[in-house]
């Protein structure tokens, strides 16, 4: 599938900036399931200074605001060949080993409630079926509501609440899969969805590390293994590495924030199944069988201060 993207991010201070940096994670790169035929960023009231792969392999963009100005906005325009992998992406690769995604983080810290989450699923003998079990004690746990948590809010603490988006439903579900033993990260990302184009935000989900398959996503929020609508950006052990945009600045004030993001699917006509959750709101398709992932198994195992407020909240 061919999706294009348009995501613009619009800042808008209430005094003239002094000065401000900030560090963006919104560019995607080529790799398993997706390849980035073009991909392009502008700026109003910023320009760039560097662009580099952090520890992650991450593409990060470094900007500094111009001073003075009161509206910085972030342009992202690009096109993107997806496949549906099953939410696959395969081996560990990069800077970091895998092991480094075992360890918990202020976000994902679990405490009383994501243990016994933990302890509910440890039942299941297979990989596979317990991270299905654990997504779906997940959303059960936690529903869909947004405007209740923001981007410091704990996995703990919307577990308690009860309420939450998809950020909270991915470190939930990272925190639980690390207590098990089982390497996770977190994901940010586009999702095209079925009934709308125009969207609030971006997307959040879980990968975690399976043996002899490598990295697996997991929409707890959509209840699917990421499949052909989605792209990733950026992961992470938790949001603070992967998030879209971080920053310091100083003047400015307090800023307000307005995001336009319109994910679709190129010069094809699709059916409108309707989606069930996205950070934006939406509707799910359904959960990726387990058997589906293990027909996979067999063919993939040789898988060689932040005055600005949030965009993903």
């Known amino acids: 599938m061919r999706l ?15 000065h401000a940096l900030q560090r963006l994670h919104m560019t995607p790169k080529s790799t ?5 035929l073009d991909w392009k960023m502008s700026y109003q009231g910023a320009h760039e200074q560097l662009q580099f792969d952090d520890h992650n392999m991450n593409t990060t963009t470094l900007i500094e605001i111009e001073p003075g100005v009161t509206e910085v906005i972030i342009d992202c325009d690009g ?3 997806t496949a549906d992998n099953a939410g696959i992406i395969g ?3 990069g800077h970091l080993p895998c092991w480094h995604f075992s360890g918990h983080t202020p976000l994902t810290r679990p405490g009383p409630r994501m243990r016994a989450l933990a302890e509910k699923v440890e039942r299941e003998n297979d990989t596979l079926a317990r991270l299905h079990a654990l997504s779906n004690s997940v959303i059960d746990a936690v529903s869909y509501v947004k405007d209740r948590t923001d981007s410091n809010t704990k996995g703990e603490d919307a577990l308690n609440s009860g309420e939450g988006v998809c950020q909270d439903h991915a470190h939930i579900f990272i925190g639980c899969a690390r207590l098990l033993g089982i390497p996770a990260r977190y994901v940010s990302g586009y999702l095209m969805m079925d009934d709308r184009v125009d969207q609030e935000a971006g997307h959040a989900w879980a990968e975690a590390h399976i043996d002899g398959l490598g990295w ?10 990421p499949d052909e609508r989605y792209i990733r950006v950026a992961t992470g052990q938790d949001y603070a590495e992967a998030a879209p945009v971080k920053g310091i600045s100083i003047g400015g004030g307090s ?6 993001l319109a994910v679709r699917r190129q010069e094809q006509t699709q059916s409108q199944n309707g989606q069930r959750q996205s950070q934006s709101n939406g509707s799910g398709t359904g959960s990726q069988s387990q058997s589906q992932l293990q027909q996979r198994q067999s063919q993939q195992d040789h898988f060689g201060s932040e005055n600005a407020p949030d965009p993903q909240d």
């Open 91 to 93: 081996r560990h690769a």
């Open 79 to 81: 096109t993107i060949e």
């Open 255 to 260: 800023a307000d924030l307005n995001v336009e």
């Open 32 to 36: 398993s399931g997706q390849s980035v």
């Open 216 to 225: 697996v996503g997991f929409d707890v929020s959509n209840q699917i293994c």
């Open 4 to 18: 294009t993207v348009h995501h613009r991010t619009r800042y808008t201070f209430d005094a003239p900036v002094v």
